[in-house]
């Protein structure tokens, strides 16, 4: 019969021994990577992390924990679509993860839409790849008469290619746009809408550009880098959504707001606990 000491030596074994494989299954588990470009949009989530401890991989820096004892990796992408598509390339590789959500703070494209509104990212579209009309010297530049290039049409060249001239779309993995629907009602600070969000290294300011975007990519906002990690997530074959909430909305004259970044962070983690709680229930 054990006495006291060896039944709490024993329990103190076994305690750490459940320990040990707790460990070894979240290592074991593949992680969920939440994305977002600035500081401003990753370091409140990356405080929610449960143990998190802070890696660096060339110039990214990426966040490891748990969120309700599952892995999550918190991904500062940089700004732009290089920077992302290097991002997710290397999340891809060293984390194998089950899915990415690409978040952070838009500009908007659709007037309906008011500071502190989320779009989730149904599709998302690359705003920066066009062919330009062959025009002489002298005879200017309309931006307006660009059309789209897509230029995964084909492996040859995308100017000679006269399929390319298309919108190319990155749906998001419908069960995680189901899920991040899910819990919208959760969100008081603004309304949750699915659109399509557009990407690229363009700063727009133009309204008739941005009508442009809105009448022929169907935009509700933009940013620089959904799209590009869409491309890269559907490569490795990686479910992905973009959230993004408007910071600004210069059709309607809504005011540039820092805080919004915070705001995406906070019902991003809201999705990701959803999502968690949906892999756990199978």
Do not use: C
């Amino acid at each position: 019969m054990m006495n006291k000491k060896t039944i709490v030596a024993a329990l103190a074994v076994y305690s750490m021994s459940f320990s040990a494989l707790s460990i070894a299954q979240q290592q074991t588990l593949p992680p969920i990577v939440v994305q977002g470009a600035m500081p401003i949009e990753v370091e409140h989530f990356a405080q929610k992390l449960e143990n998190p401890r802070e890696d660096q991989v060339g110039g990214w820096r990426f966040w490891q924990g748990t969120v309700d004892g599952y892995p999550v990796v918190v991904s500062e992408t940089l700004k732009g679509m290089s920077n992302v598509a290097a991002a997710t390339a290397i999340a891809a590789t060293q984390f194998r993860p089950v899915a990415i959500i690409n978040q952070g703070t838009a500009g908007g494209h659709d007037p309906a839409l008011k500071v502190y509104d989320i779009v989730l990212g149904k599709y998302s579209v690359n705003l920066g790849a066009f062919k330009t009309p062959h025009k002489r010297q002298g005879e200017g530049s309309d931006s307006l008469q660009w059309k789209p290039m897509d230029l995964l049409a084909s492996k040859g060249s995308a100017g000679e290619d006269k399929n390319a001239h298309s919108i190319r779309q990155f749906p998001a993995d419908a069960k995680l746009l189901a899920i991040a629907a899910g819990v919208k009602n959760s969100y008081k600070q603004g309304n949750v809408v699915e659109g399509v969000i557009g990407s690229a290294d363009v700063w727009n300011s133009e309204l008739d550009r941005i009508r442009y975007f809105r009448d022929s990519y169907h935009t509700s906002a933009e940013e620089m880098e959904t799209a590009s990690a869409a491309q890269i997530a559907a490569t490795f074959n990686i479910p992905f959504v973009g959230i993004r909430v408007l910071s600004n909305n210069i059709t309607n004259q809504g005011k540039y707001n820092p805080q919004t970044a915070q705001a995406s962070q906070d019902y991003v983690y809201q999705v990701v606990k959803a999502y968690i709680a949906n892999m756990n229930a199978k």
